[in-house]
């Protein structure tokens, strides 16, 4: 049996390679620190958390990343087994001992007897002699990889700061204010949400946008510069105090149904981010604005006083691809199906979130290998949510990093008041859950 070599030791590659040995597939895992070392990792050892030791709420009744843990706990996940024996107190959250949890990863990865480490680097694409491969590097995934593959499939990665912009919850939106629009009733007349300003509320949003407090750069991030076609909002603010209402604020070709005599001084318009209309981006809102900045700032927008966010805005150096282009239905590259993607060069975003793509990687692959039939974790539940984001569900032409929320599930069948929908999700989740995993037994 061939073996699969699987390039990156963090979370996605080191939980693929758990679930592909315990089902009795050989694995030699790549990972090319300590001889090429990153800007941000630490250590040496596997599966090194660089940020946040929180892993988020653990709650999987009303949270989505908490019923994500419990997913993944249901199918034998290492991660959070190694979570679990590392946890640390953080209310209700799960929050780990970061040594101690990549001790833990490490340990069990080396003990295994079915996987080989090699510390070394893959530069290029991986030779075709490899007849299975699972590429899970990352966002600082190494320079010649990283060419290689924007080159081979044709989309580029972003190997620059990717500024990113807010994506609203639809049902926290206020449709007393806001209405739907497209400019000049183009394609099919309402294809935005518009949220309109009067001068003074314009005014007023400016101000606090080019006074809110921004994140700072890392020493190793200052020599990297801005994507001129996605600039942060707030410094095209600074280029002058009407040059939103000329770009992505411009009240043209619009109007207000409750309000139609009066034209607004600036429109915020929000365009449908995901197949299942559950979830809308701020149009041309990406930031660098301090996460508690954001929601009281964009709060101001008439309409938005109540808006939950499934994504704040960010600014970070980035390198993913754009999956719903460039992979199939089972995380292979659509060019070359011997090579699958796990974790945040997919497109998601967490610990969490790279290491679930990572197990399914996994499953995928070990189903390929052995022939079994496998059908991926339906949409309704958690694990099934991201994959299906990944995979299909997603708009290419706006594709960015996600955390799983619950607006990537598929709506409820019935109405429920605001209060109730979570619970609603989890429990069907559940029930699902249960369901797909009985036909993995």
């Known amino acids: 049996m061939h073996s699969v070599h699987i390039i990156g030791g963090g979370l996605a590659g080191s939980e693929a390679a758990w679930q592909l040995a315990l089902r009795g597939i050989p694995v030699i895992l790549h990972e090319m620190r300590p001889l090429k070392n990153t800007d941000v990792h630490l250590t040496n050892q596997l599966a090194e958390l660089v940020c946040?030791?929180?892993?988020?709420?653990?709650?999987?009744?009303?949270?989505?990343?908490?019923?994500l843990h419990e997913e993944m706990r249901r199918l034998n996940s290492l991660i959070l087994d190694a979570a679990d024996k590392n946890r640390v107190p953080a209310g209700g959250a799960l929050a780990v001992d970061r040594l101690g949890f990549s001790k833990t990863v490490e340990e069990h990865l080396f003990n295994h007897p079915l996987i080989e480490i090699q510390?070394?680097?893959?530069?290029?694409?991986?030779?075709?002699?490899?007849?299975?491969?699972?590429?899970?590097?990352?966002?600082?995934?190494?320079?010649?990889?990283?060419?290689?593959?924007?080159?081979?499939?044709g989309e580029g990665s972003l190997a620059f700061f990717d500024a990113i912009a807010p994506i609203v919850h639809r049902d926290s939106i206020n449709f007393n204010t806001a209405w739907f629009q497209s400019r000049y009733d183009k394609g099919n007349g309402s294809d935005y949400i518009n949220c309109p300003l009067s001068k003074n509320k314009y005014d007023s949003f400016i101000k606090a946008l080019s006074s809110g407090e921004k994140t700072e750069f890392k020493e190793w991030e200052t020599t990297t510069p801005y994507f001129e076609g996605c600039l942060p909002i707030e410094v095209m603010a600074e280029r002058g105090h009407k040059t939103l209402t000329f770009g992505p604020?411009?009240?043209?070709?619009?109007?207000?149904?409750?309000?139609?005599?009066?034209?607004?001084?600036?429109?915020?318009?929000?365009?449908?981010?995901?197949?299942?209309?559950?979830l809308f981006n701020m149009v041309g809102f990406q930031t660098k604005l301090k996460y508690s900045e954001q929601k009281r700032i964009f709060r101001m927008i008439?309409?938005?006083?109540?808006?939950?966010?499934a994504r704040l805005g960010g600014i970070h150096r980035n390198t993913f691809i754009n999956a719903p282009k460039v992979l199939d239905k089972e995380l292979r590259l659509v060019k070359d199906q011997r090579i699958r993607l796990a974790g945040q060069i997919t497109g998601c975003e967490g610990y969490v979130e790279s290491a679930a793509i990572g197990l399914l990687c996994g499953l995928l692959t070990a189903a390929e290998i052995s022939k079994s039939p496998f059908a991926p974790p339906p949409s309704q539940t958690c694990i099934g949510s991201l994959f299906s984001h990944i995979t299909k569900n997603a708009n290419a032409e706006t594709?960015?990093?996600m955390n799983v929320n619950f607006g990537l599930f598929p709506p409820l069948e019935q109405r429920a008041r605001k209060r109730d929908r979570k619970k609603l999700f989890t429990t069907r989740a559940r029930k699902v859950f249960e369901m797909w995993k009985r036909t993995l037994d």
């Open 302 to 309: 008439p309409g938005l006083e109540k808006a939950e966010f």
């Open 119 to 153: 510390r070394e680097e893959i530069v290029g694409l991986p030779p075709r002699s490899w007849k299975h491969v699972i590429i899970a590097t990352g966002p600082l995934t190494g320079a010649s990889l990283a060419n290689a593959l924007a080159k081979f499939t």
């Open 249 to 278: 604020m411009k009240p043209v070709g619009l109007t207000d149904p409750n309000n139609p005599s009066t034209k607004p001084y600036a429109i915020v318009q929000l365009r449908q981010d995901n197949s299942l209309g559950t």
């Open 52 to 67: 946040s030791n929180s892993f988020r709420s653990d709650d999987a009744e009303r949270s989505a990343i908490g019923l």
């Open 399 to 401: 594709y960015q990093p």
